[in-house]
């Protein structure tokens, strides 16, 4: 999708953890790090100069915190991914930031391995990232979620028939190709019908789809 | 001029010492107890100066009878402070000894007597009465009356007598009153107490439980440093190898162990965590006064760099704050930092709730061995609202402070303000597990 490598901007109030996921992440061929920010405001200043493709972001920071700065930066620049870094604990913190835009989140006790691949995941944008984890935190904090909502009925009216069974699925946090497979069409009909799904629901991505459908009741956390 | 200045003051001192309505209670005094005691003894000496004359000249008995029955009377009423229902008995029979002896004597036409209870025996009967249904049972009491009511019936409506003016209406009702009155006092008294006793209790309950609130968001608080501290270690152990060239696969090795140690560490700070979180879902991250003192939930646990940002905070709340530091600043352990801040922000929110417009003073010493912080406020200029909180504030310090082995300080200045000071060792409780001697809440730091 991108030519050149996936250019990162690290967000973490403690240079150890800027330092060290530079190193790591810089160890791979295809993403470069171009940035360090050390507090929520740095961050989205440095991002409106540097406008990266993935923004790794703590979501504990002085200043301005992580959950703010994702809005901030997403709310600005619809194209730059942000991934939430956590100490260690996936709580409603996460879940806010993936509300407020964040395309996924990763714990910071992960491996080289799995920072790496997270980082593509979130800039490729055609799967959600950790999808059994997400798709379990997205069901559990949605259900306890009460703030007033839009009229969400209309807008998942919107879609048709094959969209809203898309919709469901991704929420499932199924890839394309699993899509595809479930519904007996090709990938790339299934690219489209996602792309439609996020242009008329106004959503960035799939994580913002799949916080949408169970937020709006078309997924129900089940099993859960 | 001078002299009119001397007169004003003097009018001045006047007027504050006598123009004033302060209130000003006895002190509770230990002879007040015997009061009623002294009440009861005075009302018996009157009853036996009354009933003796009455018996011996109108009732006509002889003189040493009637004071041994006057005696019993009077007997029965000192006896009803400590035994109420032996003193009832002795004083029906003193009714019921001299009635029966009066009745014997008595005359056709001759001195009408009151009878079968004399005035003195009513007084003294009513403070048995009264004495035994302020203490006994309900039961016991309506027992007492209608024994009583019963007698005079007896004597007075079945036997009766020759010549007298009768009582037994007359005290019959007046028993009747007091005992209803005893029994409705004492139902008042005990429902107080039992109310007394639930109050204490949930009190104590509450207590309880704000301590144990108050430890367990301590325990999340540390468990989240070290939590933090632990993934960063994680990260160093996998950044390491790639720092130098061809790395020895011993290294490697090793560093791989580091990293799974940290990892496993993790996973069971991650349980304990989610337990102190269940154990109290409502409990917020940062302390009740985070909208003033700037911890957002979504910052790092604070140091003492963030120190500045939160003294601003108070002051944009409207607290005149100073701070001072002595010594060489160093980094103190994280523990030690969170709770330096943690001290200082309950201290500083307590001088904003409990002493409106006093103006407040921080004072950090950086020791070899540790650190002090001190918080003093002078005095209030308004009387400050009654406190509503459930003491979080210096319970929350004192437990900081005994965890890290230091001790805790907090008391009234003779100028009117407050001073909390807290001394934090910087090496923590394993330095005095060496040392028995050296303990906390000992008096002063060297």
Redesign the interface.
Known sequence: MTSGPIRVLIADDQQMVRQGFTVLLNTQPDIEVIGQAVDGLDAVARVAELTPDVVLMDIRMPELGGIEATRRITGAMPDIRVLVLTTFDLDEYVYEALRAGASGFLLKDASADQLAEAVRVVAAGDALLAPGITRRLIAEFSRLDDRPRAPLKERVGGLTERETEVLALIAQGLSNAEIAQRLFVAEQTVKTHVGRILVKLGLRDRTQAAVFAYESGLVRPSGY | MLGGNLVRRWLGALREDLWTARPDPLPPSTWLRWLPHGIVCLAAFGVFIGGLPQLHENGGLGFGFALLISAGQCGAMVLALWRPVPAWWLSMAAMLVGAVAVRAVMVVDGYSFTWPWTAAGIIGHLFVLLLLALRARTRVSAEALSLTVLTTYVVQGLVGAQEYQPTGVVAVVLFAVVVLLGMALRGRREARAELAQQTSLTAEERARRTLLEERSRIARELH?VV??H???I???A??AP??VENPPDELKENLAGIRQN??EA?TE??RV?GVLRSEHPDAPEAPGTADTTGT?????QPTLD?LD?LVENTRAAGLTVTTEVSGTPRPLPPGVELSAYRIVQEALSNVLRHAPGASARVHLTYLPIGLRVDVFNTRPVRTPPPSQGAGHGLLGMRERVAMLDGHLTAHPLPDGGFQVGAFLPSDGPAHSAHDPAHHAHEDDTP
């Open positions: 989240d939590a933090h632990m993934s960063v994680s990260i160093q996998q950044v790639h720092l940290a990892l993790l700070l991650r965590l957002a939930p979504h910052a790092p963030r940002a």
